[in-house]
């Protein structure tokens, strides 16, 4: 079965322009979870969804970061005028269920890369 | 998770070796890890993960060891292969809905 997908798989953009990465979870996931990913760090959290609900935007850097998933399925992170800080990898992850212990599975990511 | 910038530690084994990979966590409080294991280009992949109430628990070639009072967690393959080249991360989920914050990685590079 199909996993979690991402597109674009590489993004390049000047600084200041916006953005939007896509997601699509594994069909019938709960929960959904996006993740930034530095050079050479461990992704970071950014936000959460349980269906259609942003439970947790704990992790956005700032209010140029918009995340939605307006149907319960498919997921946009959308970035703002964008700066050199915001480059590195965006990894998209579902869920079944909303539980601790439900494995989430990650999608390749998304590599943004602000000039 | 820490920042360690680029410089993650490495760790190179011949094929067929044992390889054992370390993390320190840092909430006493989390009751939940898990290992991921991330290949050039991809998203982390599940490998295996364990409770706090246990101290040790196996898969297929994987065992993970947790040793709550010093906050270590470890990672050790069995016959370690050149597939398993790759960077490994633990991770501790901190919320009732698996907010994970990773820790930080090493390199991995099996030599054939």
């Known amino acids: 079965g199909a996993g979690v997908s991402q597109s674009p798989r590489y993004k390049v953009a000047k600084r200041g322009q916006d953005v939007a990465l896509r997601c699509d979870p594994i069909s019938g996931h709960v929960s959904l979870f996006w993740y930034q990913q530095a050079l050479g760090q461990g992704p970071e959290f950014l936000t959460y969804?349980?269906?259609?609900?942003?439970?947790?935007k704990s992790g956005l850097p700032s209010d140029r970061f918009f995340a939605e998933r307006p149907e319960g399925s498919v997921s946009t992170l959308k970035i703002q005028r964008t700066q050199q800080e915001d480059s590195a990898v965006y990894l998209c992850a579902s869920s079944l269920e909303a539980l601790r212990t439900d494995t989430q599975y990650f999608g390749p990511g998304t590599r943004l890369t602000v000039l | 998770g820490e920042s360690v910038g680029l410089h993650l530690p490495t760790l190179s084994v011949q094929e067929g070796d044992n390889s054992i990979i370390n993390c320190a966590y840092s909430n006493s409080a989390s009751d939940y890890f898990i290992w991921y294991k991330q290949e050039s280009g991809k998203g982390p992949q599940f490998i295996i993960d364990?409770?706090?109430?246990?101290d040790k628990r196996q898969g297929q070639r994987v065992t993970v060891l947790l040793n709550k009072t010093v906050k270590h967690l470890s990672l050790q393959i069995a016959a370690t292969q050149p597939g398993d080249s790759a960077v490994y991360f633990c991770?501790?989920?901190?919320?009732?809905?698996?907010?994970?914050?990773f820790g930080q990685g090493t390199i991995l590079t099996v030599h054939p």
């Open positions: 969804f349980q269906n259609e609900a942003q439970l947790d």
């Open positions: 991770a501790e989920e901190e919320t009732s809905y698996g907010k994970l914050t």
């Open positions: 364990i409770r706090s109430n246990m």
